[in-house]
């Protein structure tokens, strides 16, 4: 348990002989062994507390995985979800002849001339 060896043993043994004598060393060894058989029952009391408690938790988690909860809703039943058919786009429409095309040109800037502060190509300090 410690550690300690039949010969470690001994010489505890003739250690407390020497300084409690022969007269007191029996009542000392009377109320040790009683002390430790009183530390034995209550731990083995504890220990057993200890096994229940953790049997009977796992029988509630257990029992609550089985069933679903009260206060939660159940949920509804299975509604078949409509698909969707992939269809193609609508072709564009047909140029009308008739109007004018559009204009595509765009000015061109003089190249000394300083980009506006909310174009796109303006620089940001």
């Known amino acids: 348990m410690f550690g300690i060896g039949t010969p470690e043993l001994i010489v505890i043994l003739i250690v407390a002989l020497i300084v409690l004598g022969p007269e007191r060393l029996p009542e000392i060894a009377r109320a040790l062994g009683k002390g430790l058989a009183e530390l034995r029952r209550a731990t083995s009391g504890l220990t057993d507390e200890i096994q229940n408690a953790r049997i009977m ?3 509630e988690v257990q029992a609550s995985a089985r069933k679903p909860p009260a206060n939660l809703p159940t949920p509804p039943a299975a509604v078949p ?8 786009p609508p072709p564009a429409p047909a140029p009308d002849a008739s109007a004018p095309p559009a204009a595509t040109t765009v000015a061109a800037a003089p190249a000394d001339a300083a980009p506006a502060k909310d174009s796109p190509g303006a620089e940001r300090t």
């Open 57 to 59: 938790f796992e029988g």
């Open 81 to 88: 979800q409509a698909t969707t058919l992939q269809t193609k």
